[in-house]
């Protein structure tokens, strides 16, 4: 199916037709990363096979335990919340993220989730801005795209001055009711004028060497919060081809190196599990949508994902399903079951040689390795 959409070509309002598809209308690299995979593979074959698993994870930080993690389980990286910028102050918090990447041989992916509005994690704080970022709704009720260019722009240099290497944002969900849970998040606007947000906002981003995140793939919705409880969309395929799909697709033109993928059970994808554990949700990202980059499981501690694992080891799921990167409350457990899953021959050393060649591809062409 070749999908016919409209995507702004100007800051004004004035629109373009773009054929967006899986089809080869669209030119995108086959492989995001492949001008570094050589270095990469120049890496890998040196690193021990605990090196190579702990790669793949994105732990929640905490301070108390970071450096021992750090020498004892490898991560790939650390997600940062707000707790870890309270009480600091820039020189602090740059000082401790230096000190955290001199423990390691192979330099981690330091994120955060600055989307501005209701999620700040570091301008929240008086430490490191006057004023915490403003949603991009309100960005763009006060001064269009230029405004959020332009703060964008401002963004990305406070988080790098921090040591900082990935913004788990912007948010690519369309949501146009207010009593969404999403839609405070959401550029609230419909699937065309998303798009021309998500194109303005990844560009930014990639034209500044800074690694922007779409999230919640494959589309969020008008579905609940999966922090508390499990969400079910009964919405078609089509639905999605039609809407949810097109900011994740602008995005992916204008190469976003990394996409979440959320919680929710998309029935007309997988009845049974969650996207984030869903090999079929992830071959359509990478099959149709042809997204070669890195995609990210949100937490896995969320409730959403406790109910559907049988019992088994959610990192090994997500993982098996198709995701680089595994963002985990729990390192210690999930760097474990995932090596003894290996070693058991449950999940295949190829998955885990794919996935770590795109992680260190990523981190060399975004000047992180």
């Known amino acids: ?43 890998i074959v040196n690193m021990t096979l605990e090196e190579k698993v702990g790669q793949l994870f994105l732990a929640r930080m905490n301070q108390d335990v970071v ?12 997600v940062l919340f707000a707790r870890d910028f309270e009480n600091e102050t820039k020189e602090s918090i740059t000082a401790k993220i230096k000190k955290y990447q001199q423990l390691t041989t192979t330099p981690m992916i330091m994120a955060v989730d600055e989307e501005g509005g209701t999620v700040t994690r570091v301008s929240r704080f008086p430490n490191f801005r006057s004023m915490r970022f403003q949603s991009n709704q309100e960005l763009y009720a006060q001064g269009g795209f230029d405004m959020i260019i332009a703060t964008e722009k401002e ?35 419909d699937a065309i004028s998303t798009s021309n947000f998500i194109k303005y906002v990844v560009q930014t981003n990639y034209e500044n060497q800074f690694a922007s995140c779409l999230k919640h793939f494959p589309g969020y919705g008008s579905n609940i919060d999966t922090h508390t409880g499990i969400a079910i969309d009964e919405r078609s395929y089509e639905s999605f081809l039609e809407n949810d799909f ?43 949508l042809k997204f ?8 896995l501690a969320m409730d959403a994902i406790s109910n559907y694992t049988n019992d088994e080891n959610s990192a090994v799921l997500a993982i098996k399903a198709g995701n680089d990167l595994v963002i985990t409350s729990n390192l210690q457990t999930d760097y474990e079951a995932v090596l003894k899953a290996l070693h058991d021959g449950k999940i295949s050393s190829s998955i885990i040689e794919n996935a770590l060649k795109r992680i260190i591809a990523f981190k060399y062409a975004y000047h992180i390795a």
């Open 1 to 43: 199916m070749i999908l016919l959409i409209l995507v702004g070509c100007d800051r004004k309002g004035e629109k373009e037709k773009i054929l967006i598809s899986d089809s080869k209308k669209v030119t995108i690299e086959k492989n995001l990363f492949e001008n570094y995979y050589h270095e990469a593979e120049k890496k």
């Open 67 to 78: 450096e021992s993690e750090i020498q004892t389980f490898h991560p790939g990286g650390y």
């Open 246 to 288: 097109l900011p994740f697709q602008a995005g992916i033109k204008e190469k976003v190196p990394t996409i979440l993928v959320s919680h929710n059970i998309v029935k007309s994808m997988d009845e049974s599990s969650p996207a984030s554990l869903s090999y079929k949700v992830h071959q359509i990202l990478r099959e149709q």
């Open 292 to 299: 070669s980059g890195l995609i990210i499981t949100d937490d």
């Open 155 to 189: 963004k990305v240099s406070l988080l790098r001055e921090l040591g900082l290497n990935l913004n788990l944002a912007p948010v690519a969900d369309i949501s146009i009711n207010p009593n969404d849970y999403m839609y405070s998040r959401s550029f609230g606007q």
